[in-house]
């Protein structure tokens, strides 16, 4: 009976059930080594490489997901946009990056812990305020501005900074508010040169 038995590990075209085991634990390993390397490019993709803060890309998704809780949650959320005009200026060396740095440092240091900063061009900052209670909207956009203004204007960089806000609070659910809504009119308040605020 032993003699007339078939192992099927020798058999041409087949796999052995040890091999099989081992192909299935290489296929896991690679799956999840591909899992890691997609959130490092996703987390890359969206991070501004000198300040560490999100980047542009990083900025939209937040503001995504802020309005998404509005839609499911009614929670109203502010952006305010920050504009360092005078770092247009600077040369591109370590004296602009530093400064760049060190302003990203200040604002995040800024914020509460559900709130989020990025750097959304060489001039600008982003912060988006979420989870504002509705009846305090203006408070708590107006009181994160004075800090951030007493805050950077006691930066230590070698060019006087001067912050110009413009500040968006979006409040209504219903309204079908686009993303690139929000940058436009940041872009079009910080244009102006005044401090403004806009209500969605």
Do not use: W, Y
């Amino acid at each position: 009976m032993k003699e007339n038995s078939i192992d099927l590990r020798e058999q041409p075209g087949t796999v052995a059930v040890d091999d099989a085991d081992g192909l299935r634990a290489r296929f896991v390993a690679l799956e999840e080594e591909n899992a890691h390397l997609r959130l490092q490019l996703a987390v890359m993709s969206s991070t501004d490489s000198i300040t560490g803060l999100a980047n542009r890309t990083g900025i939209v998704d937040s503001i995504e997901m802020a309005l998404h809780r509005l839609v499911r949650m009614g929670e109203p959320f502010a952006v305010v946009g920050v504009r360092f005009a005078e770092l247009a200026g600077l040369d591109l060396t370590r004296d602009r990056i530093d400064a760049v740095r060190d302003l990203g440092a200040l604002l995040a240091a800024c914020l509460r812990d559900v709130d989020q900063v990025g750097r959304l061009d060489e001039t600008t900052f982003m912060v988006i305020l979420a989870n504002v209670p509705t009846d305090h909207v203006t408070t708590v956009t107006d009181r994160t501005t004075a800090t951030i203004r007493a805050m950077t204007a006691a930066a230590t960089v070698d060019v006087e900074l001067k912050a110009l806000f413009a500040s968006v609070s979006i409040a209504r659910s219903e309204a079908a508010i686009e993303v690139e809504t929000i940058f436009d009119s940041i872009d079009d308040l910080l244009g102006r040169g005044d401090e403004s605020v806009l209500v969605l």
